[in-house]
């Protein structure tokens, strides 16, 4: 049992440490440290998934190891808060945004700490992990709970901007992440704006609007149909409450089709198909709207690439629903 690791074996823990796309939660923890927030960091035994072993070791007094114990964490957290630290805490989404949605409600929100929930590998991101593990109902959970903000960024450089703007920021917040692994989006970087979405273009034909690692694949999607002939815009939803109504709307009188499309993945009930459609609700739009994403599923077990390709939350897949619903 003492002897040495086959070379041949699934290392977990050096996998993530020498995977890049986790050290961002780190870096915007740092940077806020760096510039004199007086920030402190948690997870649940999660510190190799997530990165914040990075964070751990750049300033040990300041960061908390928490075990397996999620509702505990979060409760932790508001008690911290109240002394004027803001708590980052971590753990997977398919925990954080279910397992302790209570003490979320309760002991974050009800009583205004300026707790950040850092959810990761959300989604359908854990693949073989499996329906226990896989976060397709937290977006709705997250953003029905009062004076909560929800953000989902598209990479880690929006994480990290998200981060940095989080400093000046009073609400709680939920922040729903990828694992580490997911295509860049922002490659020079970029900023970061509580309500504000992030436009790459309206189309006259689609403007599809993502959050997540989906916007990277709806880039995808809307640069093959533009090369088609198309005319395709993407709205990067990060900001999921507040939400961007300017946007949806701008995005909607733009359509010459009348149509928009939501991609996310997660359930479309209740999350930001649902968010885009109240909108369009409330200010009496009459347009379509094509929510993509889980259809009231409990998803599959496949490796997450896999799974992808199913829902149809890959670049092919999107074009083509996005293709079905202009012919329909």
């Known amino acids: 049992m003492n002897g040495p690791k086959s070379p041949n074996s699934w290392q977990y823990r050096g996998l993530n440490m020498v995977n890049p796309g ?37 300033y040990p ?22 002394t004027g630290v803001v708590p980052f805490v971590a753990t997977f989404a398919s925990f954080l945004g279910l397992l302790t949605c209570e003490q979320i409600r309760m002991d974050v929100a009800y009583s205004a700490q300026p707790v950040r929930l850092v959810g990761h590998h959300t989604g359908i991101s854990l693949g073989f992990y499996g329906t226990s593990h896989h976060a397709t109902e937290d977006i709705g959970t997250m953003r029905s709970i009062a004076d909560l903000t929800v953000v989902s960024p598209s990479d880690g450089a929006q994480l990290e901007a998200a981060i940095r703007a989080s400093a000046n920021w009073d609400q709680p917040i939920y922040f729903r992440i990828g694992r580490g692994r997911d295509p860049v989006v922002y490659e020079g970087g970029t900023t970061f704006e509580f309500g504000k979405a992030h436009v790459h273009g309206f189309g006259e034909d689609l403007t ?34 507040p939400l961007d109504r300017d946007a949806i709307i701008e995005a ?51 490796p997450p690439t896999h799974l ?8 092919a897949g999107i074009r083509a629903v996005a293709e079905e619903f202009l012919r329909s």
Do not use: P, W
């Open 308 to 315: 992808y390709a199913h829902y149809k939350l890959d670049g």
């Open 22 to 58: 986790l050290d961002h939660l780190s870096n915007g923890l740092i940077d806020l440290v760096k510039t004199g927030h007086n920030v402190v960091a948690g997870s649940a035994d999660l510190q190799y998934s997530n990165g914040l072993n990075r964070f751990a070791e750049a």
């Open 208 to 241: 599809i609007i993502a959050c997540g690692i989906t916007v990277h694949a709806a880039l995808e999607a809307a640069a093959a149909m533009n090369a088609a002939g198309r005319s395709v815009g993407v709205i990067d939803m990060a900001s999921i409450k």
């Open 61 to 82: 007094d300041r960061y908390i190891s928490f075990g397996i114990s999620e509702q505990n964490m979060v409760s932790t957290a508001a008690g911290i808060a109240t």
């Open 252 to 302: 909607a009188d733009r359509s010459k089709s009348g149509r928009l499309m939501t991609v996310e993945e997660h359930n479309v009930l209740g999350g930001l198909g649902a968010a885009v459609a109240e909108v369009l609700t409330d200010e009496g739009k009459g347009i379509r709207l094509k929510r993509h994403g889980i259809h009231d599923e409990y998803s599959l077990i496949a």
